[in-house]
């Protein structure tokens, strides 16, 4: 037990990647797989998009960590759509002790403001409450054994992980300037990784490689190139001929049709400079000289078993 | 042929034809595809339908920015060369939104040059003005507001940004509007107004409150913040009124909300919701653009066959490469009918919304070529 999981050693495992690459479904799988062997693991999102909840086929989530699928051995993942407003006043309860004062900011619109305008601030609350859950220990032990953040798009994740930066030109000294370097130590640690959900399609991949150039500038650490949404081998060969289609069809005891024949050949081709575009996106992500984990096309949709192939696939990787 | 949709017919042509519509927003979750439609239906009205247009992009692809000869980050629109407009007299400009110089802009538009200097060199605006959250928005509502009000454009081609949801769009003026009318920036501005608090009634809670900032932030940002705001108050109703004004702009019929949705179920429930709000804040949705549906048809060979024959074909050991394209065959059949009940699903919800499809291309577009090509799928 336990030996599953010696591929992806991190504490806390940060998901990022296009929108429409599938982020949010690798993360759930990531979660599922650490969590596999009676461990147990947050996945947490901040986007508001209740991403999770849909995934997992349940009511929006409320601001709690709860228990969304029980894993193998008696492992548990739990989940965490977490909120700037409620962020903002838990940190100032844990804090300052503010009392009626906090409720006096949230009535004069305080809390709108500080998490609306004060830039970098709102993603420090963010980043500032996952790195509360990924240390937080009880009876000496870790309360969780990972953390997986459904992170930001990868065109802003720069952004919302280097909280320091943006809160440094606004605020030099007090508490939240302590807060964002602790959690500006925590990201640029080995106990954090960023892995970056792709799919074979020039647009994901270049946002993928401009992703992990900021990141490597910023000296967070990069973990996975996850290519997503990767297609069966077909026609590996690479050449297609229509008299060798006829041949087939015929072989397979069906009417060879000009039709038929046409069709196919056009789609083949189709298929094979799709590939071809494929396999040169793909070379260009190998360069990179990351790991990189390639997870199948789930054309009927994700649900918890379609998770627990994926949570699979990545644990082997 | 594109699989069948059930919903009504979306007559792009005669959308981008008449010289009643001005405004086209394309709007929908990230990755659909919408700046790639938007540089299309743009190319499209400037060489099939002669109208002078202007597309403006928020973070465009490189590729795709660079196949309009947009290089960098600029606020001026640039005449896309290379096109075929000899025959309709059209003239096709495309610009990227420069977030941060549409800002000062707009500041410097609204305030005395003094006062600019001073809001431009305060680390909140600086701040602000490139990574507030929703500023991306509302500069781009800024620029449609400018470029519209300038009318020397047939056809104003809209991106939307690509925003956590797509509704940010709508909401980040109204937050913006609501942010500068707020309590809290009044509560701040008061002392710099000569201490005369509007909220005398809350003086009590306002003592509480400064003690609780000045211990949270501390002293310095406060001070930073409260001249912020303060050269910010000049800028007030400059501010709220352009909002206002593009706000009802996007209502009037002389714009045509484009939903861009891929065929799949997360980018659909998200145009569904699009769709919703559109309805409710009476904005004219034109209809749904679906990218990326694959074609196919059966040519006498269903997908349940074509599976079955592979099998039989893999299992002779012979004909692999006919066995793959069977395969390959019956995944672009189901693949298809996929793609067709997604999409049933958002004209069940709004079956009066018209839809047009366009059939997945084996490669990406970067080029006039391609943007022509989408353009013509579209229509």
């Known amino acids: ?105 949230r009535k004069v619109g305080a809390i709108d403001f500080a998490t609306t305008i004060a830039p970098g601030l709102r993603d420090v609350l963010l980043t500032g409450k996952v790195k509360e859950a990924t240390t937080r220990s009880k009876d000496g032990g870790r309360v969780y054994d990972a953390v997986v953040l459904d992170a930001p798009p990868t065109g802003r994740v720069g952004r919302f992980l280097n909280v320091t930066e943006e809160t440094a030109r606004l605020v ?14 925590l990201l640029r640690s080995p106990m954090t990784a960023v892995h970056v959900v792709t799919l074979l399609e020039e647009m994901p991949v270049q946002e993928t ?12 650490p990069v973990g996975r190139v996850v290519v997503n949404g990767a297609r069966p081998p077909l026609l590996a060969g690479g050449k297609v001929t229509k008299a060798e289609i006829k041949r087939g069809l015929t072989a397979a005891g069906l009417t060879a049709a000009p039709a038929t024949v046409n069709q196919l050949a056009a789609e083949a081709q189709a298929h094979l400079t799709r590939r071809e575009l494929e396999e040169s996106l793909r070379l260009e992500l190998a360069e990179l000289g990351r790991p990189m984990v390639e997870l199948p096309l789930l054309p009927d949709g994700v649900d918890r078993a379609a998770l627990d192939d994926l949570a699979a696939l990545l644990m082997r990787a | 042929m594109v699989a069948e949709l059930t919903a009504p017919r979306l007559d792009v042509d005669g959308l981008l034809a008449d010289p009643a519509i001005r405004i086209v927003v394309c709007c929908g979750a990230g990755g659909v595809g919408k700046t790639t439609t938007a540089a299309a239906l743009g190319l499209r009205a400037a060489e099939v339908h ?28 640039r005449q896309v060369k290379g096109i075929d407009v000899d ?76 925003s956590r949801s797509a509704l940010d769009f709508l909401d980040a003026p109204a937050r913006l509007s609501r942010f500068l009318d707020g ?30 900032v000045q211990k949270i932030l501390g002293a310095q940002l406060l001070t930073d913040l409260s001249g912020f705001v303060a050269a910010l108050d000049s800028m007030f109703g400059g501010f709220r009124q352009r909002a206002d004004q593009t706000y009802r702009i996007l209502q009037d019929p002389q714009t045509a909300f484009l939903l861009v949705a891929a065929p799949e179920r997360d980018a659909i429930r998200e ?34 066959e074509s599976e079955a024959a592979a099998d039989r074909l893999t299992a002779d050991g012979d004909q692999q490469i006919t066995a793959d394209v069977l395969r390959i065959h019956a995944g672009l059949l189901r693949q298809s009918e996929r793609e067709t009940t997604v999409a049933a699903e958002f004209t069940r919800a709004f079956p009066s919304v018209p839809a047009t499809a366009i059939a997945a291309q084996p490669a990406d577009v970067h080029d006039v070529d391609g943007l022509r090509t989408i353009g013509t799928l579209i229509a």
């Open chain 1, 1 to 105: 037990m336990g030996d599953e999981h010696r591929n992806w050693p991190e504490r806390l495992h940060v998901v990022t990647g296009k929108g429409g690459t599938g982020k949010s479904t690798v993360a759930a799988a990531l979660a599922l797989g650490l969590a596999a062997g009676g461990r147990r693991t947050l996945l947490v999102e901040v986007e508001g998009r209740q991403g999770i909840a849909q995934l997992f086929g349940l009511q929006p989530l409320p601001y709690s960590e709860r228990r969304v699928a029980a894993t193998t051995g008696g492992g548990e993942v739990r989940a965490l759509a977490v909120d700037p407003e409620e962020a903002l006043l838990e940190y100032l309860d844990m804090f300052y002790k503010l009392g009626a004062a906090g409720r006096a900011l």
């Open chain 1, 209 to 220: 490689l401009d992703a992990i150039a900021e990141l490597t500038a910023l000296k967070i």
């Open chain 2, 50 to 77: 002669g109208r002078r247009t202007v597309v403006l992009t928020i973070d465009p692809a490189r590729r795709l920015a660079q196949s309009m000869g947009l290089t960098e980050l600029d606020n001026t629109p």
């Open chain 2, 271 to 304: 145009a569904a919701y699009f769709a919703e709000r559109l309805v409710e804040e009476r904005m004219p949705l034109a209809g749904l653009v679906l990218n990326r549906m694959h074609q196919t048809e059966p040519a006498g060979l269903d997908a349940a």
């Open chain 1, 172 to 185: 030099k000294v007090g508490p939240i300037k302590t807060q964002s370097e602790g959690v500006a130590s």
């Open chain 2, 183 to 212: 309590r809290m920036l009044r509560l701040l501005l008061a002392p710099a107004r000569g201490g005369r608090s509007v909220f005398s009634l809350v003086t009590a809670s306002f003592g509480l409150f400064s003690k609780a």
């Open chain 2, 87 to 162: 025959s309709s007299g059209g003239e096709l400009y495309a610009m990227m939104l420069d977030m941060k110089r549409t800002f000062d802009e707009v500041v410097e538009q609204h305030t005395t040059p003094g006062r600019a200097a001073e809001i431009f060199g305060n680390p909140f605006y600086q701040a602000m003005s490139s990574t507030f959250a929703g500023t991306q928005e509302y500069m781009a509502m800024e620029k449609l507001g400018q470029l519209r009000a300038g009318d020397q454009w047939d056809l104003i081609v809209v991106d939307t940004p690509p």
